[in-house]
C-alpha cells in the first residue's frame, strides 16, 4: 500500500509541474521524509485538526469550479501566469479560511492569476478581512487587526537575486508581529523553485520562536502562536 501511494504520489500534478532537477530531487527527499498522514502520531489537537481537516481534506469548496471556468477564459486571452497548481491554490484557500486572520500582507502574489484568485475568494469569505499589497505599510492594516494575521510570500515572484531581499522583508514582519504578540501564519508558495528559496525557507523552519511548521513541497506555512507546541512534519497533499 506504501509503495503504490508513493508511486501516485510521483504521477501527481506536483510532479508534472516541476521543470528542473532540482526540484525533481527536492520531491524525492520530501516523499521520504513524508510523516504523519491522517494525523498518525500527532498529539496536539490543533495539529491534528490542521493536518486532517484542512491539508488532507479534499472536499470541494463552493468556489472552486467558479475559479478554475475564470481562470480558463482568462487564459483563452491572455498569458495568465499560473505558477500554483490546482490543488496547492485549494489548500491555500483552506488555509486563509481556517485561520481566519484580520489582516493578510502579501509579497509577490499579484503575478500569480490563480493564487489571488483563491486568496481573494477565502479573504473574501472572511468577514472584516482587510488585504494589504507588497508595499503596504504595517500602519495602514485595520486598527483591530492586532491578534490574527496572515503573510504570504511567492517566491515565483521574485528573481533569484532578489528572494533573500525579499524574504528578509516578510522576516522582519514575522518578527514584529511576534514582539507585539500577534499571532502569525506565514504561507511560503514555491519553498523549493531553486536553492535560495530553499534556504528561507529552511531558515524560516531552524527559527526557535515559531512553534510550527508544515512543508507540503509546494506550499509550506508556518504558525507563530503562544499555544502551540513546536512541531516540525513534512506532509504529502
Not at 508511486?7 to 509541474?17: A, D, G, N, P, Y
Not at 485595520?142 to 528573481?159: I, T
Not at 525579499?166 to 514584529?176: A, D, M, R
Amino acid at each position: 500500500l506504501e509503495i503504490y501511494y508513493f508511486l501516485r504520489r510521483f504521477s501527481s500534478i506536483q510532479f508534472k509541474t516541476m521543470k528542473t532537477i532540482y526540484q525533481y530531487g527536492q520531491y524525492w527527499k520530501h516523499l521520504n521524509q513524508s510523516r504523519h498522514r491522517k494525523g498518525h502520531g500527532v498529539h496536539s489537537p490543533f495539529v491534528f485538526d490542521l493536518i486532517t481537516n484542512v491539508v488532507e481534506e479534499n472536499n470541494p469548496y463552493y468556489c472552486y469550479d467558479n475559479i478554475e471556468s475564470s481562470l480558463q477564459e482568462k487564459n483563452r486571452h491572455s498569458d495568465a501566469n499560473n505558477t500554483l497548481s490546482p490543488e496547492y491554490a485549494r489548500l491555500l484557500f483552506r488555509l486563509l479560511y481556517f485561520w481566519k486572520p484580520d489582516c493578510s500582507k502579501s509579497f509577490g502574489l499579484s503575478d500569480d492569476v490563480r493564487a489571488k484568485k483563491y486568496v481573494e475568494a477565502a479573504l473574501k469569505a472572511i468577514e472584516g478581512c482587510k488585504c494589504e499589497d507588497d508595499e503596504v505599510s504595517d500602519a495602514q492594516c485595520h486598527p483591530q487587526s492586532k491578534q490574527h494575521r496572515v503573510l504570504l510570500w511567492n517566491a515565483a515572484s521574485f528573481h533569484s537575486d532578489e528572494l533573500e531581499s525579499s524574504f528578509e522583508c516578510v522576516n522582519k514582519q514575522l518578527k514584529k508581529n511576534h514582539e507585539d504578540g500577534v499571532q502569525t501564519m506565514l504561507i511560503v508558495l514555491h519553498p523549493y523553485l531553486n536553492p535560495t528559496a530553499a534556504k528561507c525557507w529552511t531558515h524560516c523552519v531552524s527559527n526557535q520562536e515559531i512553534a510550527l511548521c508544515l512543508d507540503c513541497f509546494g506550499l509550506a506555512f508556518a504558525v507563530d502562536a503562544p499555544f502551540l507546541p513546536f512541531f516540525r512534519s513534512k506532509l504529502s497533499v
